[in-house]
């Protein structure tokens, strides 16, 4: 709860020499790292410079900056909607958590919804592939 507190407020996330560490070596800075502290998420490998990944390939730009890959997607601070029979279960838990907590807990029940999504659309992509070799037997 301290950490949370201190790194919501920004309390020196941003110093010039944290720069020092994006610029020379392409390794994200602590600011950086805030939203995947905050999301309670794995840090993504776009946070650091592709130079740094196994099979990342040369440099080609002096302009890269590090990123999370969905950076698209909006942040609300709305529950996600849940499972009929866990909703009302999951909705009282919530509402016993202070707000730090229940936005940590939202964004840990959008991405469970998202894992959950992935596993179905490879299980039923694997079944179909599984079905059309057997019918080509």
């Given at each position: 709860m301290a950490l949370t507190k201190i790194l919501t407020s920004r309390q020196g996330l941003a110093k010039d ?121």
């Amino acid at each position: 709860m301290a950490l949370t507190k201190i790194l919501t407020s920004r309390q020196g996330l941003a110093k010039d020499y944290d720069y020092e560490i994006l610029h020379r070596f392409g390794i994200a800075c602590r600011h950086h790292l805030l939203r995947a502290f905050l999301e309670d998420i794995a840090l993504p490998i776009t946070l650091l410079h592709p130079r740094w990944w196994l099979n990342g390939g040369p440099i080609t730009s002096i302009d890269w900056q590090p990123s999370y890959p969905d950076t698209s997607e909006t942040q609300s601070k709305t529950s996600p909607p849940l499972a009929p029979s866990l909703s009302p279960r999951l909705a009282r838990m919530r509402e016993d958590l202070n707000p730090d907590e229940q936005y940590r807990f939202d964004r840990q029940l959008e991405q469970g919804t998202r894992q959950i999504a992935q596993f179905q659309n490879k299980t039923a992509r694997d079944l179909v592939r599984i079905s059309e070799q057997r019918l080509q037997l």
